[in-house]
């Protein structure tokens, strides 16, 4: 009798553990800036939906990503990985088109971005989550690679709608002429001229919205507000002194959302960009409204953040830089978590944070078990986001080809082409005053933590699709 009933009881145990798991939606927006949301309050951009999410939750202000572009930052989130430890830490791109190339089929079907993508041995939050018993859905900008062994069907996703490349035409939904949107695993053009953030609103309702017993995780990844990956009526421009590829066109949105902002900013460039971003979070608010409607907002842990820093549109004040680089304005991004009931309302926190910890913080609300001998350099930052305890995070190093940084404690070392120095985060976050010459030893205490981080990137176990092994 008794072995009976101690089998009841765990089943009565497991089954009332998994009705309490959350679903789990995870937004990323692409190249929006720290202060491009309308709670902070210094642009005249209009983002109603994520100020409410902010409100009902947690906002973060100093939450990091592990690189300052695409596709080694949604790498890293996706595996909990440094982009050095997965080997993704360059972009996946093909820079011909710098110079106005338009690829042939053939020519794009053994490019870098065909050919490339992250390492097939990589886990990903699509295989933790479903090893968990998660329904998993991709929309949007997966930016992993296009072969199919690296599509998300073959990374732990159910379904996938949204293109494999960086970048992308809104309308045309190709880049640089060759069509780029998927269905699954096949390329499709069924939905061209139709914007692509009302596609991938669409469809994350139609993922919400289906029939099924199990909890989901939908991770959502708008291009928005990224420059649309086009040729603009005017060509884009050869390289020439500057070495830089010039885009004419830059973001793109609808007219009724541009019109929204042309008597506020300077530039139509600027208002097409506010308008793409309140696009967007015209699209989060419905699939919020989606949730409530079928009661499960209260079961739903929704998770905000982007890709990386602003790349220039209305700038990132207070912080220096942009995409791209090592100062804060590359690095440093909104950040916003919501769970109503679990998570403070109206909290906001400044502890160090970074997007390394998605995996680990999901993996722990799940219950989902991360694979033995799995190498994670995040933390379960749930106990910091409702406030219980303080972060663990104390250093976060970065580095793009020559480029580098690192930050350990309050203090910042950049040392990068476009400058440099040793920063004291705590008094100067908008890094503008160089204190190397006065903290040698702060100086040398840093990049002693920069070189020991490499040494042990350099020692994992080699991973593609850059790394020589």
């Given amino acids: 009798m008794i072995p009976r009933i101690l089998g009841v009881v765990f089943f009565l145990t497991v089954a009332l553990h998994a009705a309490e798991r959350p679903n789990i939606l995870l937004i990323v927006s692409d190249d929006q800036g720290y202060p491009d949301l309308s709670c902070i309050g210094t642009k005249p951009v209009l983002t109603p939906h994520l100020d409410r999410l902010a409100a009902e939750g947690v906002r973060a202000t100093n939450f990091y990503v592990a690189w300052s572009a695409c596709t080694p930052s949604r790498g890293s989130l996706l595996t909990g990985r440094y982009p050095q430890r997965n ?53 949007g900008k997966w930016d992993m690679g296009q072969a199919r062994r690296f599509l998300p069907l073959q ?8 293109h494999g490349n960086n970048g992308i035409d809104y309308y045309t939904h190709e880049r640089y002429g060759v069509p780029s949107l998927f269905v699954n695993n096949e390329r499709s053009d069924a939905d061209r001229g139709i914007y692509a953030t009302d596609l991938f ?36 421009e050869k390289k020439e002194i500057t070495g830089e590829a010039k885009e004419t066109e830059g973001v793109q949105a609808p007219e ?31 699939v919020v409204a989606q949730l409530e409607k079928q009661g499960q907002r209260e079961n739903t842990l929704i998770l905000f ?4 820093g602003g790349s220039g549109n209305g700038g990132n004040a207070p912080l220096r830089g942009q995409k791209s680089t090592m100062w804060e304005g590359g690095l440093r991004v909104p950040f916003v978590a919501s769970w109503p009931g679990r998570l403070p309302a109206g909290r906001v926190t400044d502890e160090f944070l970074s997007s390394l910890e998605v995996w680990p913080t999901l993996a722990g609300v799940s219950g989902a078990q991360t694979p033995p ?12 986001l409702s406030g219980a305890k303080k972060s663990s995070r104390t250093e976060m190093f970065w580095q793009r080809r020559s480029d580098r940084a690192a930050r ?16 004291d985060l705590a008094s100067d976050l908008g890094e503008t005053k160089d204190l190397a ?3 040698p030893a702060e100086l040398a205490q840093v990049k002693a933590r920069f070189d020991a981080w490499r040494a042990e990137m350099d020692a994992s176990e080699p991973r593609g699709p850059f790394r020589d092994y």
């Fill in 87 to 139: 080997g993704l830490y360059d972009m996946i791109r093909n820079d011909l088109v710098n110079y106005g190339h338009r690829y042939t089929p053939d020519e794009y079907a053994v490019s870098p971005e065909m050919t490339l993508g992250l390492d097939v041995r990589e886990q990903t939050l699509g295989n933790l989550l479903r090893s968990a018993g998660y329904r998993t859905g991709m929309v």
């Fill in 155 to 162: 990374r732990g996703f159910d379904s996938f709608y949204g």
């Fill in 201 to 236: 609103k669409r469809e994350a309702l139609d993922f919400v919205r289906a029939k099924d017993d199990r909890p989901w995780f939908l991770y959502l990844a708008f291009n928005a507000p990224h420059g649309a990956s086009s040729f603009a009526s005017v060509a884009a």
């Fill in 256 to 286: 009724n959302y541009t019109a929204m902002y042309r008597r506020k900013v300077a530039s139509e460039k600027l208002a097409r960009y506010y308008g793409a971003v309140s696009c967007m979070d015209d699209a989060i608010g419905e």
């Fill in 305 to 308: 953040f982007s890709d990386n």
């Fill in 373 to 384: 001998g799995l190498k994670l350099d995040g933390f379960d930052a749930w106990p910091v």
């Fill in 408 to 423: 350990v404690g309050q203090w910042k070392w950049v040392d990068s082409a476009k400058g440099g120095g040793l920063f």
């Fill in 437 to 439: 010459p006065q903290k």
